[in-house]
């Protein structure tokens, strides 16, 4: 396996999971991708990635981007797993990027509800991440990343986001089953009435669309702006209303 491919092969092997897991399907385009992504940069143009997307019950969508630009050293690959927007089970998310000596990983399960006023809705969804959070933190080589307070509001606080050499990245694969583990278990059982009481399909709409619009605002997350710099403006936003896509 090349260094390179890591960060490649963490999204690789934990799409292959989701996967076996449920009944999903790939949508196609002419391409054989749902999004073919080309190099806007002058002197650099050609293929540097794609976008897929997957969907099947009991998911919404599983969508997928990569971007691999060699001539800068970057190696992107990004895994986003959304459920219905009528539902208060947490959407799944994991990314990493090897650039340079540096790996980077983004591993979180998204709120679907607010979680600092419900109790026993944190404790059933996140408080059985607690130990492998703090396992993650612990791993020697490993560093937690700069980000926005408002992008940590957004997330959750078991969100982790690091930098990390090559040997403690290699050991976050561990963290990034427990998380998926966890949540298949959410997926299967569903949300207690407990930690849902007084909350109606109208209130979970409603939020996971603003949810998403922050989460995927270039004002929040100033990745967009390299991105966009990479795979042009338009296709930038047509990515980013896809991610921000709802089920209702």
């Known amino acids: 396996m090349s260094k390179d491919s890591l960060s490649k092969v963490l999204v690789d092997r934990t799409l292959a999971r989701i996967m076996e897991k449920y009944d999903l399907h790939e949508e196609l385009s002419d391409d054989g991708s749902y999004m073919t992504l080309t190099n806007q940069i002058p002197n650099m143009e050609g293929t540097i990635g794609n976008v897929r997307k997957y969907v099947g019950e009991p998911l919404f969508q599983v969508v997928t981007c990569s971007i691999v630009v060699p001539q800068i050293g970057l190696d992107s690959h990004m895994l986003y797993v959304f459920m219905p927007s009528d539902t208060a089970i947490p959407h799944f998310?994991?990314?990493?990027?090897?650039?340079?000596?540096?790996?980077?990983?983004?591993?979180?399960?998204?709120?679907?509800?607010?979680?600092?006023?419900?109790?026993?809705?944190?404790?059933?969804?996140?408080?059985?991440?607690?130990?492998h959070y703090k396992a993650a933190y612990a791993l020697e080589g490993l560093?937690?990343?700069?980000?926005?307070?408002?992008?940590?509001?957004?997330?959750?606080?078991?969100?982790?986001?690091?930098?990390?050499?090559?040997?403690?990245?290699?050991?976050?694969?561990?963290?990034?089953?427990?998380?998926?583990?966890?949540?298949?278990?959410?997926?299967?059982?569903?949300?207690?009435?407990?930690?849902?009481?007084?909350?109606?399909?109208?209130?979970?709409?409603?939020?996971?669309?603003?949810?998403?619009?922050?989460?995927?605002?270039?004002?929040?997350?100033?990745?967009?702006?390299?991105?966009?710099?990479?795979?042009?403006?338009?296709?930038?936003?047509?990515?980013?209303?896809?991610l921000r896509a709802t089920s209702e």
């Open 93 to 131: 998310t994991v990314d990493s990027v090897h650039t340079g000596d540096i790996y980077a990983m983004h591993l979180d399960l998204t709120p679907r509800v607010d979680i600092g006023s419900r109790l026993t809705y944190m404790d059933e969804v996140f408080t059985p991440l607690t130990e």
């Open 143 to 242: 560093t937690a990343a700069e980000i926005d307070p408002r992008q940590y509001a957004i997330m959750s606080p078991w969100m982790i986001v690091t930098r990390a050499d090559e040997e403690s990245f290699v050991k976050l694969g561990a963290t990034v089953n427990h998380y998926l583990d966890h949540w298949f278990s959410l997926v299967d059982k569903g949300i207690s009435a407990a930690a849902t009481d007084g909350i109606d399909t109208d209130y979970l709409v409603a939020r996971d669309k603003r949810s998403k619009a922050i989460i995927f605002n270039p004002a929040v997350d100033k990745v967009w702006d390299q991105i966009s710099g990479l795979i042009g403006p338009e296709v930038g936003k047509e990515l980013r209303n896809l």
